[in-house]
C-alpha cells in the first residue's frame, strides 16, 4: 500500500512517499533529509507530537509548557486537560519540570520560560 | 423627584444637560447603553455645518447656525477638538444654479463667508480635486470636530455642576402622575416633573409612551470609510457635493485628528440597531467619493463603520412641547446637521422649559471641564514633566495613536469613566488607528478588568454588562 | 543614564537581540537596546508552540525558548537595553548622526542620539478595517495574534465556538491552541487556491483535529450587533470575488483574521528611509542598511520572514555592519547594481548591491509570486548566467534564501536578475 504525506519536521514541508506492508514502513521517498524517513515510519505507525500549551501559575499568570519529548498523537487531549487541572508555583526556571509523567506517557511537562514572581 | 429626566445621552441630551445643570434643577439623564455617545452621535461625519443647506426659516437652519457660532467658544471652555478647516461644495454641472440657490439660502439663513469660486480656483486651493469640478460654494466658517468628545465634554461637565447619570437603564415606559412623571426603567422608576426625549432612533417609541400624536422616526443608514493619518492631508476642507434629496451626498473630509474620511451612503431603514456596513454601501462610497477628489487612497482604509441618522416626518427638527402631554419635550428627528446644532438644541430646549417653570441660575458652577491630556500632543518638555509627575505617561499602550497608560487610566476612573473597550478608544482614540486596536486592547482590557474587578475576558467592546441589569 | 551611543537598536524582539549580539561580536561596545514592551523577546514571547531554532540551535524550540536563550546571551554579553521604552521619532542630523526620541517611565521624554540605528520594530497584523469585511462591528472579532496574545500571555478565554479567516501560520497555529483550550474550531477559509501559511502547520494544526480548510473562500459579512453570533462564507472566483448563491452560514462567537502581516514602518518612514511598496518594508543594500546612511534594517521591519532562524541570521549580519559603519565612517561602496525581479519573483531583499563592499557570502532573499512545480531560480547580470537551481516546488508562504560567494559578484557590470524559469523536461 502506497501512502502519501508532508513530512512536518522543518518549514520545507517535502511531500513523502511511503510503502507500507503489513503495518510496516518499507520504503520512504521524497525526503530531503533522513528526518523524513523516520517521521514516516513513526507516522505511519505509532504518530507522536510535541504539545505546547499554558499552564497556570499561582499569581494567575500563565506560563507556557511543552512536553519534554513527542507523546503519543492520541493522548494530546489527556494531557493538555492534566496540566490544565494543575498550578505551577512560581518562580519557575525554563526548563523546570512542573509535571511528571503527564497522563501515564512517561514524558513530563517543562516550562518553556523563566517566569519570576514579579 | 426629578425636575427633569433626559432621555437619551448622546450629543443632544448631553448639551441639554450642560445646559440645565446651570440651573437650579435636579437633572436626570438616562441611557439604555452603558457609555454616553453610544447611539447616532458617535457615528457620523463630525462635520459643524456652517448652515448653508437648510432650508430659511426652518429650526435645523436656525439652530445650524447658532451651534456653529457657539461651537469654537466651547471647545475652548469645556477642552474639545474643534477645527475651523472651511467646506466646499463641488458642482460638477456647467450650470451652477445649484450653487447660487445653496448662496442664497446662505444668505438668508446669516451664513457668513461664502462665495462661488470657479473649478479652477477650488482645484488651486484642493489640489486633489477632480477635473469635473466646474465651481464650488466655498464655506468659510464650516469646522471639523470630534463628537465624542464634545459629547462626553457636556456630558462630565453637566456631572461636574450636579447632572446625574443613570447609564445601563433602559426606559421601559413613562406613566403621567399628578405632580409629573413616573419614568420606568430596567433600573427601577424615577419620578420627573419634565421629561426630554432626546432618545435619537428611538424618540418615535418614547413619545408614544405618552403622546398620542404623530411621530415617526426613520433610521437613516450611512455607511463611511476611515483612512490611516498618512492619508490625512489628502484634502484641507470638508469637500461635500451639491445636495440631493437623499442629502447631502458623499462628502470626503479629514477628520479633527486627521485621517481622512469619506461618506455617507443615505438609505432608509426599519432596524433601529441595523449598523452594519454592506459591500454595496462601500462600493457606493467609493465611486461617488471619486467623483469629488481623484485618487482617493482607498488602499489606506483602517475601519468602515455604519452610522444612523434619526429622521423625523416633518422635514424639520422636532423640538416641542408635546401637546398632549405636558412638560414632555420631544427632541426628535436630529438628523443631520444635528451634531453642529446640539449646542444651540440645548440652549433652546432650556428656553422652552423656562416659558413654563422659572428657572434661576446656581450661584457658582463649573464653567470649564478639563479632557484627558492628549499626551501625543505635548511638547517634548511637557511630555517629560508629565511623565516626572506621573510615570504611567510614560508607558505607551496604543502605539498607532502613541496613547500612554496615563491616559487610558485617566480614562477609566475619571467621572462617567469609560468601562468598554469602545468607551476607552472614543476617550483616548487608544484603538483608533491604523491597527484597530491588534496590539492595545490587551493591555486596555487589563486596566479596564482591574478597574472593575472582573476578569479579562469578560471586558466588553461595548454594549451593557449583565451585572449591570438589575 | 547617558544620552549618546555609538549603535542605537529600535526594538528587543529577535532581530533587535541578534542585531545587537551581531554589533557587540563585531567589536562594538556602545550599544543600547531600546524595548517597548515590559521584557524582551517580541512577538515570540507569545508564540508558545514549537518548530523555531532548527537552523540557529539545531533542535526545535518554543517561541519563549528562543527568546530567552538570546536574551540570556544579552544579559550575558552585558549589551544594555532598556524597557517599557518607546521611540517616538528617529530624525537624521546633519552632522550624520541620528536623533532618537523616546519616552519611558524611567527616563522621560528625551531624545538620545547615535552614530548607526538598526530599525528593528517587526510587524503588526492587518486590520478587518483594512479587509474591507461587510457586516457588524460586535466583540468576538480579533486578529490571530490579538487572540493568540489574550490566551496565552493573558491568560484569557477567547472563545468557544472559532471561525479563522486567512490561513496565515499565526491563523493554522491559533485553530490548534483555540482546540487545545477546548473551543470548536468550525473552519479556516482562505481567499486563495492555496494556503499562506507552511505546509507542515497545515497538517499538525488542522488535520491533525479534522479541522477544515477552505481555499478560495471568504468571509462576505459578519453577523450580531454586540456580540459576534456568526459569519458568511462564500466561495471566490478567479478574480477572488465572492460567487452569489455559494454563501453558507457558520454560527461562531469568535472570528480571528490571520490575513497578513505588515511591516512596522512609521519610524522609518520619518527618518526618511525609502519603503519597498512590495515588502512595505525599506529599501535596502547588501549590508542592510537603508538609503539613509546609518540607518539599517533587519527582521520582520525589513520584509516578512518564514522562519525566526533566517531573522536572527539576517539581524546577527545587520548588527555586524552597522559595527563596521561605526567603526569605518562610510565605506567605499564602488559600483552599485540594482536587483530586478523577473518571471515569478515577487521582491528581493536587498534590492541593491554595493560591489566595493561586499562581504564573503551575500544573501539574496526573495518570495515567488505563485505556487511553481518543477522549476529553476535563475539569476543573472546582463547574460552572464551567476546561478541556476532546480526546484521541485516552490510556494509563496516559503522565503528563499540564496547565498552568493564574493567572487560570483565581483566584477559584474550589469544589474541582477532574479527570475523563475521552467525546466525543459
Known sequence: MTKELICINCPMGCALTAEVENGEVISVSGNTCPRGETYAKTELTAPVRVVTTTIISDTGKPVPVKTKAPIPKDKIFEVVSEIKAHTVILPVGMGDTVLENAADTGVDIISARSVSVE | MADVVIIGAGAVGCAAAYELAKYKLSVVVVDKESDVCEGTTKANSAIVHAGFDAEPGTLKARLNVRGSEMMEELSNKLDFAYKRNEAMVLCFDKDISGLEAL?????????????????????????????????????????????????????????????????????????????????????????????????????????????????????????YMLMDKTAGGYVSRTIFQLPTKMGKGILVTPTVHGNLLAGPTAENIDDKENTSTTKQGLADVKAKGSLSVKNIPFNKV???????????????????????????FDAAGIESPGLTSAPAIGEYLRELIEKRIPLEKKEKIAETRKGITHFAALSEEEQDKLIKETPAYGKIVCRCETVTEGEILDAISRPLGATTLDGVKRRTRAGMGRCQAGFCSPTSMALIAKKLGIRIEDVRKNGVYESEVR | MKNEYNIIIIGGGPAGMAAAIGAKEAGEEDILILERDGVLGGILNQCIHNGFGLHTFNEELTGPEYAERYADKVKAMGIPYELDTMVLDVTALSDGKKAVSVISSKRG?????????????????????????????????????????????????????????????????????????????????????????????????????????????????????????????????????????????????????????????????????????????????????????????????????????????????????????????????????????????????????????????????????????????????????????????????????????????????????????????
Open chain 3, 109 to 425: 521624554a528625551v531624545t538620545l542620539t547615535a552614530k548607526a540605528v538598526i530599525l528593528a520594530m517587526g510587524c503588526r497584523e492587518r486590520p478587518r478595517g483594512a479587509l474591507n469585511i461587510p457586516g457588524f462591528r460586535p466583540q468576538g472579532v480579533y486578529t490571530a495574534g490579538t487572540a493568540q496574545k489574550l490566551v496565552n500571555l493573558e491568560g484569557a478565554k477567547v472563545g468557544k465556538e472559532v471561525v479563522i479567516l486567512g490561513s496565515g501560520d499565526i491563523g493554522l497555529i491559533m485553530a490548534r491552541r483555540m482546540t487545545l483550550e477546548g473551543a470548536h474550531v468550525a473552519a479556516v477559509a482562505e481567499l486563495m487556491p492555496y494556503s499562506s501559511g507552511l505546509k507542515r502547520n497545515i497538517v499538525q494544526c488542522l488535520d491533525d483535529y479534522g479541522i477544515p480548510l477552505l481555499l478560495s473562500h471568504t468571509v462576505v459579512d459578519i453577523k450580531g450587533k454586540e456580540k459576534l453570533e456568526g459569519v458568511y462564507i462564500a466561495r471566490v472566483d478567479e478574480k477572488n470575488q465572492p460567487i452569489e448563491g455559494t454563501e453558507e452560514y457558520y454560527p461562531c462567537d469568535t472570528l480571528l483574521l490571520s490575513c497578513g502581516l505588515i511591516p512596522e514602518n512609521e519610524l522609518s518612514s520619518g527618518a526618511g528611509v525609502s519603503i519597498d511598496p512590495r515588502t512595505n518594508g525599506a529599501y535596502v543594500n547588501e549590508s542592510l542598511e537603508t538609503n539613509v546612511e546609518g540607518v539599517f534594517s533587519c527582521g520582520n521591519v525589513l520584509h516578512v520572514h518564514d522562519l525566526v532562524d533566517f531573522v536572527s541570521e539576517e539581524s546577527t549580519r545587520a548588527g555586524a555592519n552597522a559595527a563596521r559603519y561605526v567603526r569605518e565612517g562610510k565605506a567605499a561602496k564602488g559600483r552599485e547594481v540594482s536587483v530586478t525581479v523577473g518571471n515569478g519573483v515577487r521582491y528581493t531583499v536587498p534590492s541593491r548591491i554595493s560591489l566595493g563592499a561586499l562581504d564573503d557570502m551575500t544573501h539574496i532573499r526573495f518570495r515567488v509570486t505563485g505556487v511553481f512545480k518543477n522549476v529553476s531560480i535563475v539569476i543573472k547580470s546582463g547574460e552572464n548566467e551567476i546561478l541556476r537551481r532546480k526546484s521541485r516546488i516552490l510556494v509563496p508562504s516559503e522565503m528563499l534564501d540564496i547565498i552568493l560567494k564574493r567572487e560570483k559578484l565581483e566584477g559584474l557590470s550589469e544589474d541582477i536578475n532574479v527570475f523563475i524559469e521552467e525546466v525543459q523536461q
Open chain 2, 103 to 223: 448662496k442664497e439660502k446662505a444668505d438668508k439663513n446669516g451664513v457668513k463667508g461664502v462665495s462661488i469660486i470657479s473649478g479652477d480656483e477650488a482645484r488651486a486651493l484642493e489640489p486633489n480635486l477632480t477635473d469635473e469640478v466646474q465651481a464650488a460654494l466655498l464655506a468659510k466658517t464650516s469646522a471639523i470636530v470630534c463628537p465624542f468628545e464634545m459629547t462626553l465634554a457636556f456630558a462630565e461637565n453637566a456631572y461636574t455642576n450636579g447632572a446625574e447619570f443613570k447609564l445601563s437603564c433602559a426606559v421601559t415606559g413613562i406613566d403621567k402622575d399628578s405632580g409629573g412623571y413616573i419614568v420606568h426603567t430596567s433600573k427601577g422608576d424615577i419620578k420627573a416633573r419634565c421629561v426630554i426625549n432626546a432618545a435619537g432612533v428611538y424618540a418615535d417609541r418614547i413619545h408614544a409612551m405618552v403622546s398620542g400624536t404623530p411621530l415617526k422616526i426613520t433610521p437613516r443608514k450611512g455607511e
Open chain 2, 302 to 328: 483602517i475601519t468602515s463603520f455604519t452610522g444612523l441618522r434619526a429622521v423625523g416626518d416633518r422635514g424639520d427638527f422636532i423640538i416641542e412641547e408635546c401637546s398632549d402631554a405636558p412638560l414632555f
